[in-house]
């Protein structure tokens, strides 16, 4: 079993930063495939970027990229997402994720584990 908790969270302005925490109890990351997702209101949830547990490679949804940024620290079993130029369409209940498979997966039945959400407000 593996608990996630995220932190970070917060209302910003655009342009703004902001650096979300996810931290992994019980078995360690480095076992799974680490994510990030988010779901704004009314709208599905939606990939946002994803690290491979092998390679260390990230993905990023097209939305994020070249903005966003993914870490994982396997001595802290931690792992970040780093936002930066923040937009109003990043306002979201961002999730954190691991999975036995890689990310991106096809279905978010496929995923493993889930944290319990933080909330990024952007203004504008």
């Known amino acids: 079993q593996v608990q996630l908790v995220e932190s970070g969270g917060g209302l910003v302005q655009a342009g703004d930063s902001l650096r979300l925490s996810c931290a992994a109890s019980?078995?360690?990351?480095?076992?799974?495939?680490s994510g990030w997702f988010r779901q704004a209101p009314g709208k599905e949830r939606e990939f946002v970027g994803g690290?491979?547990?092998?390679?260390?490679?990230?993905v990023y949804s097209d939305s994020v990229k070249g903005r966003f940024t993914i870490s994982r620290d396997n001595a802290e079993n931690t792992v970040y997402l780093q936002m930066n130029s923040l937009k109003p369409e990043d306002t979201a209940i961002y999730y954190c994720a691991a999975a036995i498979i890689p990310l991106p997966v096809s279905s978010l039945r496929s995923i493993n584990y889930w944290g319990q959400g933080t909330q990024v407000t952007v203004s504008s």
């Open positions: 019980g078995r360690t990351f480095s076992f799974y495939n």
């Open positions: 690290m491979n547990r092998v390679t260390n490679t990230a």
